[in-house]
């Protein structure tokens, strides 16, 4: 009459499905993207100091706080432990300061401008700097300095 097919079985009698291939795994593997994000995190630790624009100088340290971010590039004086002007990273004679500043402010929206002076620099030479500053038209000048210097309360 009719041949019956005859199916073994293993693991003691019971059927796998497909060809021997087990489950999928239903848990999500996050090791690899904890690893790219720990990567990408020791990047951006190392490339954010290097991303800041300046002269190196010793600024002298003060418990003010920082000054609210602008939509625009802030625009840098520093005064180097030498006494050389530059302005952002470009060094300017002083006697072509203000000229270079008056240039400077015609082309932007802010009056906005950020002076950095080493701490060895002599007071005078900040004022006649910022003077400069204020002739060249920029009324808005912030003095960059460190934090954790002294408050010179009675509580600090």
């Excluded at 624009?53 to 602008?70: D, F, I, K, N, Q």
């Excluded at 530059?86 to 300061?97: A, D, K, S």
Aim: glycine letters at 10%; aromatic letters at 4%.
């Amino acid at each position: 009459m009719g041949a019956g097919v005859v199916q073994k079985t293993g693991d003691n009698g019971r059927r796998r499905r497909g060809r021997g291939r087990s489950r999928p795994m239903a848990e999500i593997n996050v090791t690899p993207f904890v690893d790219v994000m720990l990567v990408l995190l020791i990047i951006f630790m190392v490339a954010a100091p290097l991303m800041t624009v300046g002269v190196p100088v010793e600024l002298p340290r003060t418990a003010a706080s920082a000054l609210p971010t602008e939509q625009e590039e802030p625009l840098t004086v520093t005064i180097t432990p030498e006494g050389t002007v530059m302005l952002q990273t470009t060094e300017i004679p002083t006697e072509q300061l203000v000229s270079r500043l008056r240039a400077v402010a015609a082309e932007r929206e802010s009056t906005r401008i950020f002076l950095r002076a080493d701490g060895a620099v002599p007071y005078s030479l900040v004022m006649q700097v910022m003077g400069a500053l204020n002739r060249g038209g920029f009324a808005n000048i912030g003095l960059v300095t460190d934090t954790g210097g002294p408050t010179l309360d009675e509580d600090g």
